[in-house]
């Protein structure tokens, strides 16, 4: 599974349908993970290392949300049960953070965030 959320994360990170934004946040935190600076320190124990792996949570739980149900059904490579796993994972993992950190709802579509309607005026 490890090597299809790898492969997952590639592809989004590729696709067009999956908003810039939420691939430059995931971008930029994996160079923070990867830069030897952190905001707290590894050298205080436990709490070090888990704002890496809290970090890092977010942003694929940002990355993949983002995506839609559409587009992460035709970038996973695994079997739609592993899928669905992962991301009960991912929200069990990050049950305790608001929404607006996150992202989105696996089921929410982008397309709400557009009203379109027809209108007239009658006299």
């Not at 490579?77 to 991301?87: F, H, P, T, V």
């Amino acid at each position: 599974m490890l090597g299809n959320l790898f492969r997952l994360l590639y592809r989004l990170m590729r696709e067009s349908r999956v908003p810039l934004r939420e691939k430059l946040v995931f971008a930029v935190l994996l160079a923070y993970l990867l830069f030897p600076f952190d905001f707290i320190p590894d050298v205080f124990p436990f709490v070090g290392q888990v704002d890496d792996i809290l970090l890092l949570l977010i942003g694929v739980r940002r990355l993949l949300s983002s995506a839609g149900m559409n587009v992460l059904a035709e970038c996973w490579q695994g079997s739609a049960r592993e899928l669905a796993k992962l991301m009960k994972l991912l929200d069990a993992l990050l049950f305790l953070l608001p929404g607006g950190i996150k992202g989105r709802g696996w089921n929410e579509n982008r397309e709400r965030d557009v009203i379109d309607v027809e209108y007239r005026i009658e006299e």
